[in-house]
């Protein structure tokens, strides 16, 4: 068993570039919808590079679905990892303890500079979609920050609704839709491994894991667990070049997969799941595609080194922050730009340039984010951990 936490340095680059995807995905279907279609009337109005972008693997680079899924995929990979090399019998209580602390302090945070913008009246994200053209195309910008700031129930959603309650509607942070499952993956994962982590057949225990929850999203985070599994017991690790080069184009092809019935995903669509299991396809398969790119790369030294360098690394480390505030940034100053970028330059243009200013933005507020808030609020959880346990 290696015990050289190095070893997975690499899903901390990995998590980095999701994070960059999910911001993509958003900034893209927030200013130019027709990248991102959701019906295939939508087409019509692409030109010709823009299908076939849209249309084949070349959308993996802002397939946010795939991207979140790569992160639950990540966390039960590293969640499983912790408990096999870590020397601390305390690790499942600490970590479960933890758990709800480490999401929500910072989630809390993040509410809290939404609603001072709402009440502020500085969201633009609906004038902005009326210059889009996501008003007749499905995009998420039209739905946040419609109603009245509420102190209250910005407290209560953070708190409890993030998780339990989430409401498109009247949601503070709208990427935190699958809240639920960042909560509530990692205790089935700490679950599993407490009461059945020692047992030599608890393979059988994940197949049954694996059909009791096929068409959830806490599959990623149990194909995580399984991947794992397989990497510290050195299972399935020498596997010829060519078919681990086929299992990544598999994960790009399955990642990028989207419900639109495009003709490059026709295979994907068979009538016997559509008769026998009540499947959703896109997360499905997304998550197959993220589980397929973890087992290659995590076999792969080359992909490895390169996802362990000093900015894939950097981008990791903030990446909660930046899963956290981007949307936030996007729907105020960013719309806001883009309203004025419009009447100055092209389209394409405008969408260019509050690209680029909003990347770069939500990496630098992300960064002080993460040093004064998310390292804080881990230490936090540390010290009521600390204190309860005495």
């Known amino acids: 068993m290696n015990n050289n936490a190095s070893r997975i340095k690499y899903l901390d680059g990995l998590r980095g570039f999701a994070a960059i995807i999910v911001m993509l995905c958003h900034i893209i279907t927030a200013f130019y919808p027709h990248l991102y279609s959701v019906y295939p009337p939508a087409l019509d109005d692409q030109t010709s590079l823009v299908k076939i972008i849209d249309s084949t693997p070349m959308r993996i680079f802002y397939q946010g679905n795939f991207a979140l899924m790569l992160f639950f995929v990540i966390s039960g990979y590293v969640i499983t990892w912790n408990y096999f090399n870590r020397r601390d019998e305390n690790y499942i209580t600490s970590s479960a303890f933890r758990r709800y602390f480490r999401l929500t302090i910072p989630a809390l945070f993040a509410c ?8 502020f009246d500085l969201f633009f994200n609906i004038e902005a979609a009326s210059l889009t053209n996501s008003s007749l195309i ?15 129930e910005m407290i209560k959603f953070a708190l409890y609704g993030q998780y339990f309650n989430f409401h498109s509607e009247t949601s503070y942070i709208i990427i935190l839709w699958a809240g639920h499952a960042l909560l509530l993956g990692p205790f089935l994962i700490y679950s599993f491994l407490a009461i059945f982590g020692q047992l030599s057949k608890r393979w059988i225990l994940y ?4 059909i009791l929850f096929y068409n959830s999203l806490l599959l990623a985070f149990i194909l995580g667990m ?9 299972v399935l690790q020498k596997i010829n070049k060519i078919i681990i080069v086929l299992i990544l184009f598999a994960s790009i092809y399955f990642g990028s997969f989207t419900s639109t019935d495009f003709e490059f995903y026709k295979p994907l669509y068979s009538d016997f799941i559509n008769s026998h299991f009540q499947l959703d396809l896109l997360y499905f ?5 993220a589980a397929l790119l973890i087992f290659a790369i995590s076999r792969t030294p080359f992909l490895m080194n390169a996802l362990a360098t000093k900015i894939p690394l950097y981008l990791g480390k903030i990446s909660f922050p930046i899963f956290l505030l981007h949307s936030v940034i996007i729907c105020s100053l960013s719309c806001y730009l883009f309203t004025v970028f419009v009447d100055y330059c092209s389209y394409f243009m405008s969408f260019f340039f509050v690209s680029v200013i909003t990347i770069i933005l939500t990496i630098i507020v992300s960064h002080i984010f993460y040093n004064y808030i998310e390292v804080n609020g881990i230490k936090l959880s540390k010290s009521l951990y600390n204190f309860i346990s005495r």
């Open 112 to 119: 809290v500079i939404a609603y001072l913008i709402l009440k």
């Open 138 to 152: 499905p995009s998420w910008l039209m739905v946040p920050y419609r109603f009245d700031a509420d102190f209250i």
């Open 207 to 210: 197949v049954i894991l694996v």
């Open 226 to 234: 399984i991947i794992c599994d397989l990497d510290v017991n050195n």
């Open 285 to 289: 398969y997304n998550t197959i595609g």
